[in-house]
């Protein structure tokens, strides 16, 4: 048995309940086993409940009934391959596609860090000091086109300084984000100080390129994670369970397969927002939707120990 924290045990239990009928009780969870793979640690939790026994596997979090899934070592390696099935890679690509209105800023900031790379003289620095303005300037001319400003009392386009007060003073407004509100105000106008000596500075090192870059993309991160939160209307956190984990989930009308909807998930309760439409698949994006050849079939597969064959059967 390997230990756990009392929040650790509720978590899963909330987990397991919040996917079983109302009613189901849990008569028993222990931590049995856990295993890292590629950096990424599963832990497996043994259920006793009121509907049978269950596996409970984390990261992410899925659950397995004991009687389809008798050994402990075949609930791993399915779950396995359901992670797989939705690789990390396309999760970290997912979480970039969800900053919509900011993909080319985050596109041109991947662009500036290969070009740090090959910087080796003053000249260069200041080149990627002028870049890294750019990309600053960028962000607040993409928050300006994703968002509709009341016309009157609006600064010049590329006066950045006083469009992250705009921005921000709109998009975390009131007294509990006032902290919040301070810090991502300095950072951005430090970053863009500082992007600007470098700019025109006759002394740069290598160094100071690399802090401007790391800053930029330090700083943008936050400020776009922070305007999409705004602009799709996802709450602090859930309004059903109070969790904070909340995460955009990608969808699609059939009957309008080029709008891409998006919404926001609990994954502690299931929770889910009003789905918004932000932005459009091309005619490829469309056809690389995953289609299904064959005829539904009432029958089903019991997979067996060792990983060998399954064996099928009829539902009772």
Same mark, same amino acid.
């Given at each position: 048995?390997?230990?756990? +924290?009392?929040?650790?045990?509720?978590?899963?239990?909330?987990?397991?309940?919040?996917?079983?009928?109302?009613? +189901?009780?849990?008569?028993?969870?222990?931590?049995?086993?856990?295993?890292?793979?590629?950096?990424?640690?599963?832990?497996? *939790?043994?259920?006793?409940? @009121?509907?049978?026994?269950?596996?409970?596997?984390?990261?992410?979090?899925?659950? #397995?009934?004991?009687?389809?899934?008798?050994?402990?070592?075949?609930?791993?390696?399915?779950?396995?391959?359901?992670?797989?099935?939705?690789?990390?890679?396309?999760?970290?690509?997912?979480?970039?596609?969800?900053?919509?209105?900011?993909?080319?800023?985050? &596109?041109?900031?991947?662009?500036?860090?290969?070009?740090?790379?090959?910087? &080796?003289?003053?000249?260069?620095?200041?080149?990627?000091?002028?870049?890294?303005?750019? &990309?600053?300037?960028?962000?607040? =001319?993409?928050?300006?086109?994703?968002?509709? *400003?009341?016309?009157?009392?609006?600064?010049?386009?590329?006066?950045?300084? @006083?469009?992250?007060?705009?921005?921000?003073?709109?998009?975390?407004?009131?007294?509990?984000?006032?902290?919040?509100?301070?810090?991502?105000?300095?950072?951005?106008?430090?970053? *863009?100080? #500082?992007?600007?000596?470098?700019?025109?500075?006759? @002394?740069?090192?290598?160094?100071?390129?690399?802090?401007?870059?790391?800053?930029?993309? =330090?700083?943008?991160?936050?400020?776009?994670?922070?305007?999409?939160? =705004?602009?799709?209307?996802?709450?602090?956190?859930?309004?059903?369970?109070? @969790?904070?984990?909340?995460?955009?989930?990608?969808?699609?009308?059939?009957? &309008?397969?080029?709008?891409?909807?998006?919404?926001?998930?609990?994954?502690?309760?299931? *929770?889910?927002?009003?789905?918004?439409?932000?932005?459009?698949? +091309?005619?490829?994006?469309?056809?690389?939707?995953? +289609?299904?050849?064959?005829?539904?079939?009432?029958?089903?597969?019991?997979?067996?120990?060792?990983?060998?064959?399954?064996?099928?059967?009829?539902?009772?």
């Amino acid at each position: 048995m390997l230990e756990f +924290t009392d929040e650790e045990k509720q978590e899963v239990i909330d987990y397991y309940l919040g996917q079983s009928p109302e009613g +189901t009780e849990v008569r028993f969870a222990q931590k049995v086993y856990a295993e890292s793979v590629i950096g990424h640690t599963h832990a497996v *939790w043994d259920i006793h409940a @009121s509907d049978g026994r269950w596996w409970v596997i984390t990261n992410p979090t899925n659950l #397995y009934s004991q009687e389809q899934f008798p050994n402990l070592d075949l609930a791993i390696t399915f779950h396995m391959g359901l992670c797989l099935r939705i690789p990390r890679n396309d999760l970290k690509q997912v979480d970039v596609e969800s900053v919509r209105p900011f993909t080319d800023v985050l &596109n041109a900031i991947r662009e500036c860090e290969a070009a740090l790379a090959q910087a &080796n003289d003053p000249g260069a620095f200041r080149a990627i000091g002028v870049r890294c303005r750019e &990309n600053l300037l960028a962000f607040v =001319h993409a928050a300006q086109d994703a968002y509709d *400003w009341p016309e009157q009392d609006l600064p010049q386009r590329s006066n950045f300084k @006083s469009w992250v007060e705009r921005i921000f003073d709109t998009f975390l407004s009131g007294a509990d984000n006032r902290e919040r509100r301070r810090l991502i105000k300095t950072t951005l106008k430090e970053t *863009w100080d #500082y992007a600007n000596w470098l700019t025109h500075s006759q @002394s740069g090192k290598w160094m100071d390129a690399e802090v401007a870059t790391n800053a930029v993309s =330090h700083a943008i991160g936050m400020a776009a994670s922070i305007c999409v939160r =705004h602009l799709r209307g996802v709450p602090d956190q859930c309004p059903a369970c109070d @969790s904070h984990r909340l995460f955009p989930e990608e969808g699609l009308d059939p009957k &309008n397969p080029e709008v891409i909807l998006e919404r926001p998930v609990c994954s502690e309760c299931g *929770w889910a927002g009003d789905a918004v439409p932000v932005g459009e698949r +091309t005619e490829d994006e469309v056809a690389l939707f995953i +289609t299904r050849e064959g005829e539904n079939s009432d029958e089903c597969g019991v997979m067996q120990t060792p990983l060998m064959e399954v064996l099928g059967k009829r539902p009772k």
